[in-house]
Every structure is written in structure tokens, then in C-alpha cells.
T-cell receptor, first 113, second 116 residues
Framework: DAKTTQPTSMDCAEGRAANLPCNHSTISGNEYVYWYRQIHSQGPQYIIH???NNETNEMASLIITEDRKSSTLILPHATLRDTAVYYC??????????????FGSGTRLLVRP | NAGVTQTPKFQVLKTGQSMTLQCAQD?????MSWYRQDPGMGLRLIHY???????DQGEVPNGYNVSRSTTEDFPLRLLSAAPSQTSVYFCASSYSTTGSMNTEAFFGQGTRLTVV
């Protein structure tokens, strides 16, 4: 699995967009980028994933650069409940050990009132 | 749907005691796994299973055993508890068939274990 690099911590104001970067410069051609978050020591929660096109769902948007070496998770209107640790993970879509999630240290996002 | 259920939520053990952490899922997922999370750190994979009767080791398997006799259950056994095993334990499940895309993993709420 490719390693990822994320800032240790970030903050943003409530109601503003939170942009969380992730570097995955050694990503392989078939590996997807997944984002999870962990709110206050609860079990991690899936947010979104993508391969090379930008993706959007009800929780967030994922922007992947054209060379796929980095990505940004966007929470368009952050709320206090979005305060959490955000993990960026790369993994293959199927087969082998792709079902294993390898967590790094993540980014601790603090949303300020 | 209850999702992934872990029991107990909290446990205190004495050094040398053994115990089993329970994990059950009602989503008919093939894949199940156990992680531990130490304070201020990310999750580390202990053991995982790709289906009933099949288990394998993750990053930090020493001191733990697992079995998968049914699709629904994936218990984690601590053989002889040590203070270094004080941690929060998470169970996860996900669904994938050969040739199909992996789905997202669903996590339980965790078991907070203290070994004194």
C-alpha cells in the first residue's frame, strides 16, 4: 500500500470550507484514495473515495490532482460536529490484501465557533 | 440493521488474565478485522479474516488469537493480558467478492481495555 502524508492538524471557522490535503506520491495506477474520519475516539467513519475523477457525496468532495500524487478532501460548510481526525488511505480496489486499511496518523481538524 | 457490534465497551483486566472481545456484524460481510488504537495514534491492524474459516495476521498480531467459525462473528482473544495491551480495540467489516470493488469498511464503537 502506498504511504500517505497529511498535516498533523488544521483548523477552520464554522460555516467555512475545510480543505484537507493528502500527499500520496507513490500511489499505483489501480489504487484508490479513501477518506475516513474518527470523531472523539468513536469508530472510524467512511467519507468518500475516488480514483482519478473528482467525487462528491452528501458529506464531502474529493479533488484528486491529474498526476494523482495528491488529493484534497473538502467539507464545504464545516460544522462543530466535523471536528475529528481525518485519515487519507490508498488501497487497491480488489484482490490480494486490498481489503486491509492501513491508517497513518491523520489530520486533526478543529472547527472553531 | 445493527451494523458492527462490539462487546464489552469497557474492560479492566489484571496482568496474566485472558479474555475474549466479541465482534458481530449483521450485514453478511465477508471481510472482518481487528485494530488497536493507542492514545494519539492511528489504528493498527491486529488480525483479519476474508471469510469463515480463514484468518491471517496483521501488523501487530503477537499476544492475540482469532477464529472465524461463522460469517457473523469474529472474536479476538487475549491469551495472557499485559499492560502493553492497554488500548482501544476496533472491529471492522466490509464486503467484497472476487472481481468486485471493495466497499467501505464499517467499524464498531470500540472496546476500551485497561490492563493493570
Amino acid at each position: 500500500d502506498a504511504k500517505t502524508t497529511q498535516p498533523t492538524s488544521m483548523d477552520c471557522a464554522e460555516g467555512r470550507a475545510a480543505n484537507l490535503p493528502c500527499n500520496h506520491s507513490t500511489i499505483s495506477g489501480n489504487e484508490y484514495v479513501y477518506w475516513y474520519r474518527q470523531i472523539h475516539s468513536q469508530g472510524p467513519q467512511y467519507i468518500i473515495h475516488g480514483l482519478k475523477n473528482n467525487e462528491t457525496n452528501e458529506m464531502a468532495s474529493l479533488i484528486i490532482t491529474e498526476d494523482r500524487k495528491s488529493s484534497t478532501l473538502i467539507l464545504p460548510h464545516a460544522t462543530l460536529r466535523d471536528t475529528a481526525v481525518y485519515y487519507c488511505i490508498v488501497r487497491a480496489p480488489r484482490g490480494g490484501s486490498s481489503y486491509k486499511l492501513i491508517f497513518g496518523s491523520g489530520t486533526r481538524l478543529l472547527v472553531r465557533p | 440493521n445493527a451494523g458492527v457490534t462490539q462487546t464489552p465497551k469497557f474492560q479492566v483486566l489484571k496482568t496474566g488474565q485472558s479474555m475474549t472481545l466479541q465482534c458481530a456484524q449483521d450485514m453478511n460481510h465477508e471481510y472482518m478485522s481487528w485494530y488497536r488504537q493507542d492514545p494519539g495514534m492511528g489504528l493498527r491492524l491486529i488480525h483479519y479474516s476474508v471469510g469463515a474459516g480463514i484468518t491471517d495476521q496483521g501488523e501487530v498480531p503477537n499476544g492475540y488469537n482469532v477464529s472465524r467459525s461463522t460469517t457473523e462473528d469474529f472474536p479476538l482473544r487475549l491469551l495472557s493480558a499485559a499492560p502493553s495491551q492497554t488500548s482501544v480495540y476496533f472491529c471492522a467489516s466490509s464486503y467484497s467478492t472476487t472481481g468486485s470493488m471493495n466497499t467501505e469498511a464499517f467499524f464498531g464503537q470500540g472496546t476500551r481495555l485497561t490492563v493493570v
